[in-house]
């Protein structure tokens, strides 16, 4: 008996694609929810990797030229009032304002410097909008898809024990296939969770630094601004 249960559980295809059609209804929903979430946060982390580069190398090269000793008027002339990267939109904000500040005689409206600051806040906030953005996701997905998982592979061993019962069976063909079924949402949950957690913390902290990077640019174009105002 022993042997033929052996021989019945070794016919019993256990591939990823077999176990997904043998799934109840609720189970295969399950499986896709989480494949879809995870193509969905690897998308997310493949874009903002690409975000991230492109706006370090934008923020070195203006850094650059912005250290490079040219005039600040003529840097804000050569990139113009609405330049493409983050750093540029930063100080064509800050010196957008500046001149907006000077009257027509050559003086100053009074509060030109919170003025001028706050603009800069403005651009700043933005830019953290599109850096940020798609990192709640990873986050919920990190948080909820191994639960999710879990409500896969519980509903599937719900299942699998209705089936030992209608059976009246324990042999291990019966009970091998609905566990491993349940198990694989679990796995699937997992799958999705993992990266999703991992990446979420490595771009929170990229993200960070890059703000970081642009208010300690702000301040120092604020500072700058300030000694021509107190001139």
Do not use: C
Request: charged content about 20%; overall charge negative; proline content about 4%.
């Amino acid at each position: 008996m022993e042997t033929e249960t052996l021989a019945m559980a070794q016919e019993i295809d256990f591939s990823m694609l077999a176990l997904f059609a043998r799934a109840t209804l609720t189970v295969k929903l399950v499986m896709i929810l989480l494949l879809l979430a995870s193509f969905w946060s690897w998308a997310i982390i493949i874009q903002k990797h690409l975000i991230y580069r492109r706006a370090r190398q934008e923020a070195e090269v203006f850094d650059r030229a912005f250290w490079s000793g040219k005039p600040l008027d003529e840097l804000y002339e050569k990139i113009g009032p609405e330049p493409s990267g983050a750093a540029q939109k930063i100080f064509a904000a800050g010196m957008a304002e500046w001149r907006r500040s000077h009257r027509q005689d050559g003086g100053l409206i009074p509060g030109a410097a919170p003025r001028i600051d706050r603009s800069m806040d403005v651009a700043i906030a933005k830019e953290s909008d599109g850096l940020t953005g798609g990192l709640p996701f990873l986050a919920t997905v990190g948080s909820t898809a191994p639960f999710v998982g879990l409500f896969g592979t519980v509903w599937g061993i719900m299942h699998a024990f209705i089936e030992i019962a209608q059976q009246q069976s324990t042999n291990l063909a019966v009970v091998a296939p609905g566990i491993a079924e349940a198990l694989l949402a679990t796995g699937l949950g997992l799958l999705a969770a993992i990266p999703a957690v991992i990446a979420y913390n490595k771009l929170s902290a990229d993200s960070d630094r890059i703000l970081g990077g642009y208010e300690a640019f702000a301040d120092e174009f604020s500072t700058i601004l300030s000694r021509q105002l107190d001139a």
